[in-house]
């Protein structure tokens, strides 16, 4: 799980070795625990009209602590740019993108952050501006493979009169927990219900499955951390990992296999013991490979029902009973490989990318008082899954993306602890990659 | 523009020398020119459950003059796997796609094709309904990858009722016309008007831009073949190897800069000397490339006029003109730069992502009757323009897909001749992807 080519380059002795040999230097990413003591950069906001943005990023910039200023300077170097691209809507105003990022794009600090809004393209006036409106998704993603130094890029879709729903979403693009995100496209809409916001996770009860190790094991350490009831799941056969990990953090275990029949049930009293789930994470997630011509029917069929149909039953059964709160959150871990597919994966990538049509059918059917679902879709995160690939292979998974790097499982984390937010309700039926803008997908 | 690794392994030595090595070994693909001669293997159909394509295969084998066949046998090779996955509606009847696919993807002769059908997720009547059809996306995906041996596989999405409008589509990605197209996902929905198909392009007008090399060329010359009167649109710098086309093929030249303000006029004066046009192709499109910080104001304003404004402005006075006519077509080249992004390329990438963007709004709000539009997404095209990208680079860019390989000019004009085909009406709004499934994506 050592990234040893990471720390050689960035040795002094293997950091001139790579200069001189002209080898990629990824940078180290700053994330939480890294970015604690830096100082902050102040944030610089601009626009291509409108002044839309302005009343969220000054309440943003405040709860950060970071200054906020209204005009490029060459003198300054910034945390974060924004920029309000939402007038952009034909050609000739779609220059203000490159007046502003031409310059100001030098001007963004290491391990800084750029995020460009828009309006979602569908809602634009006319044809040129859904053109100009959706481009952004080009300009973005090529920006972001320009960037380097660690600073994500990312798109932001702010439905108009929706600004304030943004704040969460900004908070968290605009700061460390986003270290491995970027080239991400995310959209804000109307929150279902105007939530108090500022307890964050503290006190809210929170379901997760896998969670001896790993991702799940991420998941747990981090909402434990910010003061949430948390009850960790995972198989009975890991029991010995689970019930360290509650012992260490306080934790409730549960043992319990999610293909049973009973699995169900015993989810509902678990819920009821918690007095219902505030967030349910279906992290769960086994991987059979094989080529289809090989593979046998018991391998294609674990892969389905742990991936797939268990947690959507679970889902289904705890939306029926009653046992997801108001303001609730559910988010599913899908993958790359169910974005792009995967040699070896048919099974895999059915159920995974069998998440993206269920967040997506959920949210649009509506599960109750401002609950959302959505879906992160990890690239190559350091665990003890991705070290049992042969050498070559992943060397390929981790350089191949614009941090040059696999990403922590506390990436995934973060990612995840932002959906399920309280103040996220503006974020539902979607899909947001963890994965270094890997160069994969569809 | 000739790929030498490609002809080296499939050579006497260098096919073993390449074996011994363990290097890979791409397939040299099979197109319409190629073809010809070669005996057709029966196509087999299978269904997870309802028999709704039956009829439509049968007439798409009929006219290929492949049989058909509705049941798998072991001593069968298929130049053609169509199974239709539409009762895929939960985890237990998506068994049914390992089911067969588990043996069935041995059976496909080289250079054979799948197809998986499903309706569009959207549609099906369940979350977990919508979930496997979504995921019949990864499933696929996976199987592109899997495939190898000049193996293309498609998903397509047939909304139910329209199974009819599927044929033209189903024609070409069953042909040699789809060699190079892979892990794609299509949408077929009733076309707008019931057109007569039988003559194919011959006598429709066309219009193709940027017309006199390249990919543009290559769209004139096989249009021009199958009898369609080709109006050939360049610069007119061009105009020595517009005329020597002009001449070969007895097509229309049109020097005619795009971005100028009289293009329009121009245009529209063009296409009432033709009587309108049934099929507009923007192929048109310029590079300029340079990291945006870099990049001079003329780079992103030129690249901007070329590949988006003037194409927009210039369907807007054709559509107002009244001169695209009934059951006509519009096709625009967009680019894998604009799904991905690509480092320096941010003035390409938006101009080509605006496209993505401009289809899927004017098919929303209506052309006309029964005009569509769609989008054509190049991946490495060996073209002029890809042979001067430094070697290391152009090898990367050719082998990172899974054909291993660039693919041709003329594959990208096969597949805008299925778009703008008179009963191709129920696609329309998608964005297509010639790219032998490029491993880049977003």
């Known amino acids: 799980m050592t990234d040893r080519y990471l720390e050689f380059a960035n040795s002094g002795l293997g950091g001139w070795m790579v200069g001189a040999l002209g080898l990629p230097k990824p940078a180290p990413l700053q994330r939480r625990a890294e970015a604690g003591a830096v100082a902050l950069h102040p944030l610089l906001l601009e626009s291509a009209g409108g002044g839309r943005m302005g009343p969220v990023l000054e309440r943003v910039a405040t709860a950060s602590g970071a200054p906020l200023r209204r005009r490029w300077s060459v003198d300054e170097r910034y945390g974060g740019l924004v920029f309000d691209a939402s007038d952009c809507v034909d050609v000739a105003s779609a220059r203000a993108l490159y007046g502003f990022f031409h310059q100001a794009v030098r001007s963004v600090a290491e391990h800084g952050r750029i995020v460009v809004i828009g309006v979602p393209p569908e809602t634009a006036a006319t044809a040129e501006a859904e053109a100009i409106q959706r481009g952004l998704e080009g300009f973005v993603r090529s920006l972001a493979k320009e960037a380097r130094r660690g600073i994500g890029v990312q798109l932001l879709y702010v439905a108009p009169g929706n600004e304030d729903a943004a704040a969460s979403t900004l908070d968290f693009l605009l700061s460390p927990r986003s270290a491995y995100v970027s080239g991400q496209v995310v959209r804000v809409a109307a929150p279902g219900v105007a939530g108090d916001a500022r307890l964050g996770h503290a006190g ?232 270094g803008q890997s160069l994969l997908g569809a």
């Open 204 to 435: 809210r009860h929170l379901l997760v499955t896998g969670a001896s190790r790993g991702i799940g094991e991420a998941i747990v350490r981090l909402f434990a951390g910010e003061g949430a009831q948390v009850t960790a799941l995972d198989v009975p056969a890991a029991r010995e990992d689970l019930e360290k990990l509650a012992g260490e953090l306080g934790v409730r275990p549960l043992g319990l296999d999610i293909t049973t029949p009973e699995a169900g049930d015993a989810l509902v009293t678990a819920a009821r013991a918690a007095g219902g789930f505030d967030v349910v994470v279906h992290n769960a997630g086994i991987t059979r490979d094989r080529t289809l011509a090989r593979m046998d029917q018991r391998e294609w069929d674990s892969v389905m029902a742990v991936n797939l149909g268990a947690p959507l039953a679970l889902t289904r059964a705890l939306l029926d009973a009653g046992a997801i709160r108001r303001n609730g959150r559910i988010v599913a871990v899908s993958s790359l490989s169910g974005v792009a597919g995967n040699m070896g994966q048919t099974n895999y990538a059915l159920s995974k990318a069998g998440w993206i049509g269920a967040v997506s059918r959920l949210a649009r059917d509506g599960l109750g008082e401002g609950v959302t679902i959505n879906a992160v879709a990890p690239g190559f995160i350091e665990t003890r899954m991705t070290a049992a690939i042969p050498f070559a292979i992943r060397e390929a998974g981790r350089r191949m993306n614009s941090m040059g790097q696999g990403g922590s499982p506390v990436d995934v984390a973060e990612t995840i602890a932002w959906l399920a937010h309280p103040a996220s309700g503006g974020v539902n039926g979607q899909v947001v990659r963890v994965c």
